[in-house]
Every structure is written in C-alpha cells, then in structure tokens.
C-alpha cells in the first residue's frame, strides 16, 4: 500500500512518527558521535597515564640506586670525618695542656713585674692564670666502643 491510499488518521499518525523519529535522530547520532569522542579522549588519557607511571617507577628505581650508592660513601665519609674530629679534638687538648704549662713557667718568674704594673689582674694564686688543664675524655664513637 502506499502512503496516499491509508486513511487521514494512519496518514497523520505516520507523519508525526516520522517527525519524532528525526528529533530522536538529532538527539542521539550527535550523543554517540560525543560519546565516541569521550571515550576515545578517555582511553588516551589512561594510555598515557600508564606511560608516565611506568616512567616514573622506572626513576624511582634509578634514584634509589643512586642513593643506595651514595648514601654507602656519604656513610664512609662520615666516619672518616668523625676520626678527623677526633684528632683535632686530642690536639686541642694538647695545645690546652701546653698553654698551661707555658703559663706555670712563664707566670712565675713575672709575678715580679706583674706587682709593678698598675691595673694589673693581681690574683692571689701561685699562678695567675688558669686553674690548670680541663680533664680529657676521648669521645666515645659508636660501634669503636671506648678506646
């Protein structure tokens, strides 16, 4: 049969089926073309985030190695520079012990002059300068245990 021998009623039915079918044409290509769209923009949004994830385990692992390897040296480096310390600690010490020794010897003997001289710090000891040599511990390094 064709459209022009179908009752008005049938006709009007067809036109407006045909009209609501082209609004739900308008409507729903363009939301699949979108949706599409979406989806592709998505799949690359993942894809390149597992590239820079992978990348940056990959960097990780590369800095982990490397402070891994120079923590090793930061390590010995340390110790090294503890026993320098050390020494200079003992020399220091040593210079201490000798300033005061230099002070007995030279203290007395000028005890004379220093009497002469107004505004001097006239002390009432034997020696007028320190009272001798702070004592000397050797700092106690961990893992060496006392030495």
């Known amino acids: 049969m064709k459209p022009e021998e179908l009752p008005e009623v049938l006709q009007a039915e067809l036109y407006e089926e045909e009209a609501q079918t082209r609004r739900l044409q308008l409507v729903v290509y363009p939301s699949l073309i979108a949706f599409i769209v979406l989806a592709s923009y998505g799949f690359y949004l993942i ?11 990959v960097n990780v692992a590369t800095l982990t190695e490397s402070v891994d390897r120079n923590m090793t040296r930061l390590s010995a480096d340390v110790g090294t520079m503890n026993a ?3 020494r200079m600690t003992e020399a220091v010490v040593n210079m201490q012990r000798d300033m005061w020794s230099l002070n007995q010897n030279v203290s007395t003997p000028l005890s004379v002059v220093n009497r002469m001289i107004p505004f001097s710090n006239n002390s009432s000891g034997r020696y007028p300068g320190s009272p001798g040599p702070m004592p000397y511990m050797p ?9």
């Open 47 to 57: 894809y390149s985030l597992t590239r820079d994830v992978h990348q940056l385990a």
């Open 84 to 86: 320098g310390v050390a």
């Open 139 to 147: 700092p106690v390094m961990p893992g060496m245990g006392a030495q």
